[in-house]
Structure formats: C-alpha cells, structure tokens
C-alpha cells in the first residue's frame, strides 16, 4: 500500500478546523459569562503542555500513530486495551459531533425533519472523505479553511455596530473561579480534544514538524475562537451563555442598512465544514484503530459499517437538547479528562523511560513493527 | 459505461430524496407577520392580533395589511389558534415590533415575551413597545401616513427617533438583557393614538418605566429626553422650551452631538455619590427674535442658559424617578458594577432603595457651533 502524506500546512489546517468546527456554534468558556474570552485566554495556555506532549510522542516515532505508540510502550496486551479506549473516545466524539449538527440543525433550520435525516447525510459525507484518506481531508482543509476565515471575520467585521462594549465590563466581576472553571472547559472542549489527531498525524513527513503544525494550529485556532467569544460577548452580554447556539444568535442580529441581512446561514456552512471534518477524523482515528487492533490490512473495509454505527450511536445518545447541553457543558470536560491528560501523560512517562533505558530498542522497535 | 449508469441512478436518487426537505414552504402558503399586539382576552387570558402583509399581484405589487385576532390561554396557543383561522401558519421572520397593552403589562410581561424571544421562528431583535391606549389593538387599527402598514411605519418612526429623542428604542433581547442585570430598570417606549384631521395614526412618544418585568409608570416626551440624556443614548433632537431671548418666543437648538460620562464617586463608609458630565454640541436653528449672533456675550448667555435648562431637567427627571418609581432606569448600579465590581458587590443587593437615596450632580456643557446658513438673525426693515 502506497503511504499517505500530508504537508505540514494540511495538517494544520485540518487541526484549526477541527478545533473551531463546534466551538465555533456551541460556544465556548459559557461558566465565565462575560469572562469568557479570558478563559479562551486561558484554555489555550492550559493546552499548550498537553499539545507539546501529544508533539513530543509523535516526533519520537515519525509515521507511526497513536496506537502503534501505544502497542510499543506497553506491550500486546495493556497496549490493546488502551487502545480500545481510544477507539472508544474517538468513536464517541464522533457522535457527539454528528449529534450537536443534528440539534443544531433541527432547531434552528428545520425542526420537523427527523434528526436522523441531516445526521445521515454528514454520516455518508464522511464515509466518503475518510474511504478516500487523510491525504483527501487535508487538501479539503486546505481549500475550505480561507473560507471560513473569510467568512467568520467578514460576519465579526459587519457586527460591530452591534456590539457594546461596556458588556464586557466588569471584568473580573465574579472573581477568579468561574474564569478557571471555563478555561477547564475550553482546554477540554476544543484544545485537547486534538489528542486523536496523533491518529492521524502519521501521515506527516519530517519528525520536526509536529510541534510546529500543534503548536501554530493552535495559537491560530484559539485567536479565531478569542474573536467569535468577543463578538458573541459583545453583541448579546450576559445571556451569552444562556443560548444554545450564540454565534447564530449573535450573528442573526447583524444587519447593513436594509440589505444585508439574515446573514446567519453563512455561519451555518461554517459549521457544517467544521463538522465534516471534525466528523471525518473522529472516524478516521476510530477506523485505523479497530484495524490496528483486528489486524486488517487496510482500515477502508471497515468505514461504512463504523459510520452507520456512529450515526445510529448518536441519535441514540440523548432525548433532547437540554440533556446536551447539561452533559456538553457539565459532564464532559471531566468525562474527557482521562483521555486528554492521563491517558498521555502515563503514555509518554512510559515512553520517555523506555527510550532513555535504551535507544537501540527504540530504533529497532520502530523499524520492524507495525 | 455501467459507472457512468450508476452515478445517473445517484444523482437521480439525490435529486429525488434531497431536492425538498420536510419543511419545505412556498411564499404564497405563508401569511406575513409584521406586528404583534397582546392584549387581555374577553375569556382567556391572552387576545393577540396579528398585522399581517397581503401582497397582491397585478400591474403594481401592492402590499395592504389585515388585522387578525385569536385568544388563547398561553401566547402560544393563540398564535397556533391562527391556523384556525388562516388555514396558514404565521410566518414571523419580518415582524417589526410588538405592543403589549397597559393592563398585560402591569401584571408582568414575563409570560409574554418569553415564547416570542424562545422560539426558533422568531426573531428577538424586534421592538417591544408599550400602549397608552386602553389596548394594544387600537393602534394596530389606526391608519398609517407614508406606509399602509403601521408596524412598518411604528418600526421607521422608532428607527429615526434618534433626530427626536422623545422616546427610547428597546429591542426584545436588550430587555431581556437588562432584566438580568441588577443594576439598570428598563424603559420602554410608549405608543398612542393621535388624531388629526379624522385619521387617527400611531404616535410614539414618552417611555414606561418598568420594575423587573412590570409596568409602574410613565415618563413623557420632554421627560425621556432628560433620561436619554442620562444614558448617553441620545443622538439628536431639539432643546427649546425655556430657552427665551427677550422674554418671547423659545430658541431652537438642535443636538449634533451628546456624550455623557457618568462616574461613580465612592465616600468614606461606602457612600456613593455620581457625577454626570454631560457634553452637547448644538446649533441654533431657529430664532424668532433679532439678535446679534456674532456678540459673544449675548451667546455666552445663551450657551449658559441652555446649560442650566438642561442641568435642572435633568436633575428634576432623576428626582423625580427617584421619589415616584424609586427604580434605577438610569444604569447607575450597572456603571458601578462595571466599573467598581468590588463596592458593588458590597452595596448591590437592595440597589433600588440605595437608588432613591442617591445623590446625583449633574454638569452640563453646551458648545454652540453655529446658525444654520444663515449667519444673522432677520432684521425688520423701519
């Protein structure tokens, strides 16, 4: 099999967009109300350890992914295990992605359609993009990113004659503990949900170049998602946090004179890229790894059947969009926790010694697995 | 041959499943909403009339509007009851505004407004607006001037106000908006009926004062200047009456330009003081009397005497609401928690009591940067 590769631009590109691609509709750092842009602030520092770690792993081992790491440090049997916990993790995040399209969709645009409908139609697209491979979602990313910049900062430009700034005065009114708790939340939802990226980087072509495409995609994606904070902060003040979808509120309030308005089903597209994408890796990342873990020859057998499962995974997940948002907002930043720190940090510990103790084994290790 | 076979029967499939959606509506099946008055109902609680856009085709594409009526137990239900009547569902995307009458409102416009800034159809960017009349209703049956639709035309009125500034405009999501807020009271415009020459048109003047979500009273025109002065919300409009030459008719100023700064002044033992500075720069526009415009002690005079005009409407607005209503429509309390977080959250709770005690000094500075064309007042000939 011919090995893919993907240029360090592509895959920071797929990583901004699969930070922004829900952040950008659900709202981000909610707990802090009006403060919430310092926890975006905030997030994005606590990320940055995690994301030099998730780097650190993936430049150890240039063309290897997650679960081949993981299979070297700890051996046959541990090393299955965790990786069923991260198929587990990425097949979850991927109906999760699916499900807040369907909510959003369903209670935006089209509330008698059966959620199911729009959820099917993301399931195919991405059964399609991840069929034809990581080297196809890059070159998408690629195309489809100055877009979205486009778009998302043309929509911010034209709201501020809508903002008020003084909304986001007092800063600091609550003190320091609901800024924590929403820069936890951002850190969780969307910085270090990047951890199964490095299912996927292995595609990158030098052993330098992880740190640099984490380390810029992230700064990038955190300023984009620092702008739509500020704007949804500034144009609808402290019920910010009391929508479910503020950027479509916050944008549905722009108008330019007479003509230039309802503008929201622009940001709209924005968010159904981002959840392709985001959609795409998730079962990309959940595809390699049963492959990885039954020993297939190649992962594409396996993408329509995970994607159905994923779709009906999703649908099933809540009863309705309260129950959501309870759990995106509450449960998950610590459900995910595991995934996005421990998990690693016990990961590269173990690798970090066994490299230490001896680099030979390292090299063979790597040169005849997998 | 059989590729390109199966990607027609594709296409064709997707053409078929994904060409009409579910809520698939055509224009001609909706019936357009442009305004929403709520009332008391004669056996429910709610009465809601619709004005609704009939555009009628032929030569000239004309737009007339219709009044619709339905009761209902929740606001809810009355506009679903519609379809009983339409056969049509109400489509809201191009409502302008909304009249809640006075008796709704003095029980709390809570249960009112909270489906209209729920529901996804609706937009919450619209105008809520207050009736002076006994219901809302009347003013929707009044007649327009430049537009057949009043929603329309109460929607253009509340968008040029700002060369008036003799109401406020509250959109629905800034009311909700400072109904969280401790600190700030709402106002909302009133709108009443004005006759002239045998056609009775919507008028929009003066503002009701709200405590949380209930009606306690109201302010008029002259009154909500004074308030918008305060808020640093006014654009525009003209300062007069009081402001005499030679004991005859009053002077137009009109308003180019007002900044008000208000700053909060903490005293020992947590006494709040605020200082308003308010800054205007006006033009004089009218004069009916002969005056040297080019003496500069007859315009410091005026300069000064329109300074002190505003500084004593002002000052009587603030006392006014201070002793009556005894409510803080002015965002005192919110300038404070902006600005000084850590005393608020000390004073805060029970603001509206430290309201009415509430020492406010007012300063008032008046530029007059000129006279129209016209750089001298007419002179009669002897």
């Not at chain 1, 081949?68 to 995040?93: E, N, Q, R």
Request: hydrophobic share 45%.
């Amino acid at each position: 099999m011919r090995k893919e590769q993907i240029s360090d631009k592509e895959a920071m590109f797929v990583l901004i967009i699969y930070y922004i691609g829900s952040s950008f509709i659900l709202g981000v750092g909610g707990e802090a109300k009006n403060d919430a842009w310092i926890s975006v602030i905030l997030g994005v520092v606590m990320a940055v350890p995690v994301i030099l770690i998730y780097a650190r792993l993936l430049s150890l081992f240039p063309e290897k992914d997650l679960f081949d790491i993981l299979d070297w440090a700890f051996g046959k049997w541990i090393g299955k295990l965790f990786a069923l916990v991260y198929i587990w993790y990425s097949f979850h995040l991927g109906a999760l992605v699916i499900r807040n399209f369907g909510e959003f969709t369903n209670t935006i645009a089209i509330p008698e359609t059966p959620m199911i409908v729009p959820m099917l139609c993301i399931g195919i697209i991405c059964t399609v993009a991840v069929t034809s491979g990581i080297e196809v979602i890059g070159r998408i990313s690629a195309a489809v990113l100055p877009i979205l910049i486009i778009i998302v900062s043309t929509v911010s430009l034209m709201a501020i004659p809508k903002m008020y700034f003084h909304f986001l005065k007092p800063i600091l009114g609550n003190g320091f503990l609901p800024i924590i708790k929403g820069g936890f939340s951002v850190f969780s939802f969307p910085f270090a949900e990047s951890v199964l990226l490095m299912g996927v980087f292995s595609s990158l072509k030098t052993n330098k170049s992880p740190y640099r495409v984490y380390l810029l995609g992230t700064v990038i994606a955190g300023l984009l998602i620092l702008m739509i904070t500020f704007r949804n902060i500034t144009v609808l003040g402290s019920t910010y946090s009391k929508f479910y979808f503020p950027a479509h509120i916050a944008v549905s309030m722009v108008s330019l004179g007479d003509f230039l308005q309802r503008i929201e089903l622009a940001v709209a597209v924005d968010f159904v890229f981002g959840v392709f994408i985001k959609t795409s890796i998730c079962l990309l990342v959940t595809c390699k790894g049963i492959a990885k873990l039954l020993r297939l020859n190649d992962y594409r057998s396996i993408v329509i059947q995970v994607a159905l499962l994923m779709v009906y995974f999703s649908y099933t997940l809540y009863d309705s969009i309260m129950e959501m948002a309870g759990w995106a907002f509450k449960v998950y930043a610590y459900y995910a926790f595991p995934f996005q720190v421990i998990f690693p940090i016990i990961l590269f510990v173990t690798v970090e010694i066994k490299v230490r103790r001896g680099k030979k084994k390292l090299q063979t290790g790597v040169g005849t697995d997998g | 041959m059989k590729k390109f076979l199966l990607l027609t029967i594709f296409l064709f499939i997707n053409v078929m499943i994904l060409a009409g959606c579910w809520n698939y509506k055509e224009i001609e099946k909706l019936t357009i909403v442009a305004g929403v008055a709520i009332d008391k109902g004669e056996n429910n609680p709610f009465r809601v009339t619709v004005e609704i856009v009939q555009i009628s085709g032929g030569k000239e594409t004309k737009a007339t509007s219709k009044l619709l009526t339905m009761e209902g137990k929740t606001i809810f239900d009355a506009v679903r009851n519609a379809i009983s009547l339409t056969g049509k569902k109400l489509y809201w995307s191009h409502t302008k505004l909304v009249i809640i009458s006075k008796d709704i409102a003095e029980n709390g416009i809570l249960r009112v407004i909270d489906w209209y800034n729920r529901d996804a159809e609706t937009r919450s960017d619209v105008y809520l607006l207050i009736s002076k009349e006994k219901t809302a209703r009347e003013i929707l049956e009044g007649k327009g001037v430049t537009d057949e639709i009043k929603s329309f035309e109460i929607a253009d009125t509340l968008k040029n106000e700002k060369s008036l500034s003799k109401a406020p405009t509250t959109e629905l999501w800034k009311f909700i908006n400072d109904l969280e807020s401790p600190g700030i009271s709402n106002v909302v415009p009133t709108v009443n009926i004005s006759t002239s020459e045998n056609i009775s048109t919507p008028q929009v003047m003066g503002l009701a004062i709200f405590k949380k979500a209930t009606l306690i009273g109201f302010l008029n025109g002259r009154e909500s200047k004074s308030v918008l002065f305060v808020k640093d919300e006014l654009k525009g409009g003209l300062i007069l009456d009081g402001v005499q030459v030679n004991n005859s008719q009053p002077v137009s100023l009109e308003i180019f330009k007002s900044k008000t700064k208000m700053e909060p002044i903490v005293k020992a033992n947590h006494n709040i003081e605020f200082n308003v500075n308010i800054n205007t720069t006006v033009s004089l526009e009218e004069i009916p009397t002969s005056m040297n415009l080019t003496d500069e002690i007859k315009l410091k005079k005026l300069t000064s005497r329109t300074e002190e005009v505003i500084k004593k409407r002002v000052g009587d607005c603030i006392k006014k609401v201070q002793s009556k209503y005894g409510v803080d429509i002015f965002g005192f309390g919110e300038n404070l928690r902006e600005n000084n977080p850590r005393i608020w959250n000390q004073i805060g709770n029970n603001w509206d009591d430290k309201f009415k005690e509430l020492k406010v000094n007012v300063k008032v500075k008046v530029k007059i940067k000129g006279s129209g064309i016209f750089s001298q007042s007419i002179k009669m000939g002897d």
